[in-house]
């Protein structure tokens, strides 16, 4: 029987992970699993109860008793408890407060249970700072990827602008530089990269690009894997 296909893609913010997965996952007919989404849902939860991002023990309750699914649609649509936060959970507050729910053990460990169960399930592209680390660390299909910082910033910046968002470039390229250090250098799973990945630098390369790039990888790798 084979085993459901998982591909990891990792890499901080900016380089455009959710729409390369997303992408990588319709050419691939597997599930997309918005792994980011759920973190920032569960910042969004606990912004609205008022609950500190350094009560570990209160956010782990949260997190068992919230329900976080995803829709139909392209993007998908996600939901918090049964209600529609798609665009609730991508405002910049909720990206930082998500970068510090995500670094709190009691929550990774939640989300990462219920990330393996839907991977094991149906198989699925998976994208995060830690997935072919600690989520996935046994799936041959792992990409990371990476851009300079100025380049990941524009690209906020621009996404910011075009939903109508009074955004400051240098305000956003700092958010970028203090957001990386943070999800660095984090206790509880950091991000990080090594040799088991695929590493690829998306500054001056097209979704286009970046998308049949993992998609022969993958491929290539699970047609040597039948042929053993």
Known sequence: ???????????????????????????????????????????????????PFNDGNALERLATAST?????????????????????????????????????????????????????????????????????????YKFFLTARPEVRAKRRYDELRAKGADADFDDTLAETVRRDRQDSTRADSPLAVNETYTVIDTSDLSIDDVVALIVRSVKQKAAGKKQK
């Not at 990792?10 to 390369?20: E, F």
């Not at 973190?39 to 939860?45: K, Q, W």
């Open 1 to 51: 029987m084979n085993k459901p296909l998982i591909v990891a893609i990792d890499g901080p913010s900016g380089v455009g992970k959710s729409t390369t997965s997303k992408r990588v996952a319709t050419e691939l007919r597997v599930p997309h699993i918005d792994t980011g989404a759920m973190y920032r849902a569960i910042a969004l939860a606990a912004t609205r109860a008022n609950i």
């Open 68 to 140: 976080v699914e995803f829709g139909a649609g392209s993007p998908a649509r996600v939901f918090l408890n049964g209600e529609d936060v798609s665009h609730l959970i991508r405002t910049p507050e909720i990206s930082m407060a998500a970068s510090h729910v995500s670094a709190v053990p009691q929550v990774r460990r939640v989300l990462v249970k219920m990330q393996q169960r839907l991977g094991r399930t149906n198989g699925g592209v998976l994208e995060g700072r830690d997935i072919g680390t600690v989520v996935f660390p046994e799936t041959p």
